[in-house]
C-alpha cells in the first residue's frame, strides 16, 4: 500500500488472472471487501463527570463514553493493537496504590491483571503490535531493586524477567518484541529478551528514545548537551545520524509516522530569562531535513499528542503551567495561528486534521473537541 489504511473506508480486493504455482488459473474471480474502523481515541478525562475515568470517543458517530468503572481513578493509558483492547493504571479514588488492569472496549469490561498488595506499579509499555506487555515494579520489602515484568502474549500472565543491569529508568518495547530499549546511566542501551548470550548494544550519546520506526529500522532519539540544550536525532540501524533539531527547552516525546519516513515530536521553545517553555508540534522528514511546524503554543504549557493510524489526523491537549499569561495570551491575539479556532487551557483536546500530509501546503483544520482529557490515544 502507497499509505496506510484509512480511517472509515471499504477497500476491495479483486483476482481475476491468478494462477497457483502449478499454472492453474482461478474457477473463478476472488472478491474481498474489507471496512476499516471509525475513528475512535481513548483518553483520561480530567472534567467534570468524566474526570479520572477513560473516555471512548468515535469521532465517526460523535458519540463518547465512560469505559471504566466510576469508583477507579485512571492514571496511565496504553492501547492494545488489535482495536479492542486497552491496558491502564487505576486505583480506589484518593488510594495511592496503583493496579494494573485489561480493559476490552467491545464489552467494556475492566479485569484486574496486577494488584498493589506487594508491589508498587509504576511504567506502564505496549508493544507497537499490542501482543506484548510490560509493567515496572518495585517490590514493597525491597524498594531499591526494580523489577520489569512482562506479558509476552494475551495468552500469557505476568512474570518477572531479568534483563541485567540496572532496570531503573524509562524503556520501550522494539517493533520485532525481541529487545527493550532502556534508558541506563550514561546512554541507551538496547537489551535483547531472547537470547541470553547477545551483547547489548550502548548508545551512550544519548540520554532517551524517543520513538522507534514500525519497520525497527530507524529511532528518534534525544542527546542532553552541555549548554542545557537537547538535540533530536535519528539513528538508522547502520549506524546513520540525521541530527534534525537543536532545542532550547526540552523534547518531550516523539512519534514515527507508519511509512517510518516522518516523526512528530514535541518540542518546547524556552524563554532565556524565565526557562519556561512554550511547545510546538514539528513534523520532520528525517531523511531530506525537512521540518513543518504544526502546533504553536504561546503560553507555556504541558502538551501531549498522539498520530493517527492513518496519519490523517493528530490529536492533542495542552495544559498551562500558568493559566493566567496563557489567558493574557488567548485575549491579545499574540497566538501564532490567530486564525486557529478558540485555543483551551483546560486540557480540552484538539483534532488538527493534516490533510495529505506529504504535501507541504496541504490545508490542515483544527477543531476544539468537548472533551477534556489527557494521555489521548488513537485506537489502530
Known sequence: LERPLQYGQTYSLNLAEARDRQGRSLAQPYELELPTRDRQFLAIGTGGRGAGQLIHVNLTTGEANLVTPPDLEVSELAVGGDGDTAYFFAGDRGSPR???????????????????????????????????????????????????????????????????????????????????????????????????????????????????????????????????????AVVTHTGQRHDLARASGSIQSGIFAPSGTRIYAAIGIADPETFAERPQIVAYNWSDRAESTLVSLSYPATLEFDVAPDESAILYSARALDVRSADEAIASGTLDDPDAPETSTDDRIHLLELGDPTVEDSDRRLTLTSIAGRNVTWIP
Open 98 to 232: 496503583q493496579n494494573l488492569y485489561q480493559l476490552s472496549l467491545s464489552d467494556r469490561e475492566s479485569t484486574l491483571l496486577l494488584d498493589s498488595e506487594t508491589y508498587q506499579n509504576f511504567r506502564l509499555k505496549v508493544s507497537p503490535d499490542g501482543s506484548m506487555a510490560m509493567v515496572e515494579r518495585i517490590d514493597n520489602e525491597q524498594p531499591s531493586a526494580p523489577e520489569l515484568w512482562m506479558r509476552a502474549s494475551p495468552r500469557d500472565r505476568f512474570a518477572p524477567i531479568d534483563i541485567g543491569g540496572e532496570t531503573r529508568g524509562d524503556f520501550s518495547i522494539a517493533p520485532d518484541n525481541n529487545s527493550l530499549i532502556v534508558a541506563q546511566g550514561q546512554g541507551i542501551a538496547v537489551v535483547p529478551l531472547n537470547d541470553d548470550s547477545s551483547t547489548p548494544d550502548f548508545l551512550p550519546q544519548f540520554g532517551q528514545i524517543l520513538a522507534i520506526a514500525p519497520d525497527g529500522s530507524a529511532a528518534a532519539a534525544v542527546q542532553f548537551n552541555s549548554d542545557i540544550s537537547q538535540t533530536l
